[in-house]
């Protein structure tokens, strides 16, 4: 079989045709030429390393509002010393031509520089939401993602932001941060987006080898037994969480982190789920940090 002459017969894949910009200056310049003419932005805030969960999200978008920009920004501030901030894949490359069925318009792609200039010294606290949960084993996470969700909002200026329950706890930290600071964005989530087993796509994944791959499995199989637990009739969150801890148990390599039931609104924990409730679980399935959750619905 003659190889190159089957290359030459491939068609090249399309290539991104909307704009990149990597400087506040030109994000304004293109965004603001959108809003003269009346378009509702749309706004997705990623780090890169774009998955069918992301893409959602622009699609969303891209639905709700004429003018859609994504920003990809590894942002240094929410990574933790001994976290994964070096090692995060990045490929611009490749996350721009994931973007191309999806016809954005615009992609943001400061260098850090351009978001932390000398002498940054200023950041978002939000209180109570952020000291439970990924707060507790992760902190100053939230301090990061705040403040670079807040200076993100202040560069692109949306009308909508939409982002993944997957990280839930974060899309609790944005709400109260927009009300608190009057930041006036319609703040969208929409549905974790899983792979056919159920496992929750994250850009995390890709440092899974294939036994770990399978060994994940276990943070969406607890979550599944709560809300079985919970259709039965079963309120007492003692009794569901011994039931969720016990199958992590039963993985040897996977290390829980924490499994909660609590508030959606405010996430305190909660001792009997009579109301709706969201299980949520963190695990380090080998170095490999995953989180998923799921909205648990009393039958009555
Ligand atoms: O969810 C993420 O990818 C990040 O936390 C975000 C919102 C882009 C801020 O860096």
């Not at 994931?98 to 978002?124: H, I, N, Q, W």
């Amino acid at each position: 079989m003659n190889l190159s002459l089957g290359l030459q017969q491939c068609s090249a894949p399309a290539t991104f045709t909307g704009k990149v910009v990597t400087t506040r200056v030109e994000l304004r310049s293109a965004v603001s030429a959108a809003r003269r003419a009346g378009q509702r932005i749309g706004f997705v805030p990623t780090m890169g390393a774009l998955h069918a969960g992301h893409l959602s999200l622009v699609e969303t978008s891209r639905a709700e509002c004429p003018y859609t920009v994504v920003s990809i920004f590894v942002n240094p501030t929410q990574f933790g010393p001994q976290e994964d901030f070096l090692r995060y894949p990045r490929d611009l490359q490749a996350d721009l031509q994931k973007l191309v069925p999806l016809s954005v318009d615009l992609v943001y792609a400061p260098p850090v520089e351009e978001m932390y200039g000398p002498g940054f010294g200023t950041f978002v606290d939000v209180a109570a939401v952020t000291s439970v949960l990924e707060g507790a084993f992760r902190p100053g996470h939230f301090r990061g993602v705040a403040t670079v969700v807040l200076k993100l909002f202040q560069q692109v200026a949306p009308d909508v932001a939409y982002f993944g329950q997957k990280d839930y706890q974060q899309t609790v930290v944005i709400r109260r941060m927009v009300e608190d600071l009057d930041l006036g964005v319609k703040i969208v989530v929409c549905p974790t987006v899983r792979e056919p087993d159920g496992l929750a796509l994250s850009s995390r994944n890709v440092y899974l080898s294939p036994e770990e791959r399978q060994q994940a499995l276990v943070l969406w199989r607890s979550l599944q037994l709560a809300h079985r637990l919970v259709s039965e009739g079963e309120q007492r969150a003692s009794v569901i969480l011994g039931a969720m801890r016990g199958l992590f148990a039963a993985e040897p390599d996977v290390r829980l982190q924490y499994a909660a039931l609590v508030d959606p609104d405010n996430l305190a924990d909660v001792p009997l789920v009579t109301a709706p409730t969201l299980a949520a679980v963190a695990a380090f399935v080998g170095t490999t940090r995953l989180i998923d959750n799921r909205l648990l619905a009393p039958n009555s």
